[in-house]
């Protein structure tokens, strides 16, 4: 608790093996230059597009960043999933499995179909959506989806990737979903 350096997180796109790198440290404006320092040395490497400084004030052992300093390279990572493309921001949430998350799109495809045949109009909502890997998958079926997400980050990132796929029947709102689905009460 009393050190700079937090977390480190990589995330590597199945796609193309880019790699984009974000460091998580506690603030350490005395470190500034030496952390700028790191980020061009590894965007040497051939395989990494990215990397981000974050900073975390809060000393809980989360992975996230509470602050974006910087980013050098380019902002976005590219993921696909299903027949759906994404582009992801440092600290964005995706799932890290593709095969799994592939599965788990699936399986909710799957369930969903059961309870809502496709025929039928239906709003279809997505707690926790993330980026929008399972909302903008049910959009490709239903009629209306509404995804809720606390990350603001994440939720930008949905909308982008709503448009990406041209999917203009969902919407993404970023928010505390336990309160958002009190208030709704």
């Not at 997180?9 to 790699?19: C, G, I, P, W, Y």
């Not at 592939?102 to 039928?120: D, G, I, R, Y």
Request: proline content about 3%.
């Amino acid at each position: 608790k009393s050190g700079v350096l937090r977390f480190l997180n990589m995330r590597v796109s199945s796609l193309n093996d880019e790699m984009a790198v974000e460091l998580i440290t506690a603030p350490a404006p005395f470190a500034a230059k030496r952390i700028e320092e790191l980020g061009n040395k590894l965007l040497t490497l051939p395989f990494v597009q990215s990397f981000t400084h974050s900073i975390r004030q809060s000393e809980e052992s989360v992975a996230i960043g509470e602050q974006e300093m910087f980013t050098q390279g380019q902002p976005m990572l590219k993921e696909k999933l299903g027949e759906l493309e994404f582009e992801l921001s440092p600290g964005s949430f995706f799932q890290t499995n593709i095969a799994v998350a592939t599965l788990l799109q699936q399986k909710v495809l799957e369930l969903a179909q059961m309870v809502l045949p496709k025929s039928q109009e239906a709003e279809v909502w997505d707690v926790y959506s993330g980026v929008g890997a399972i909302a903008l998958a049910l959009a490709t079926r239903y009629q209306k989806v509404l995804g809720l997400e606390i990350s603001e980050i994440a939720v930008k990132n949905a909308k982008l990737n709503a448009q990406l796929n041209n999917l203009s029947n969902c919407s993404f709102v970023a928010g505390d979903v336990s309160k958002s689905l009190r208030a709704s009460e």
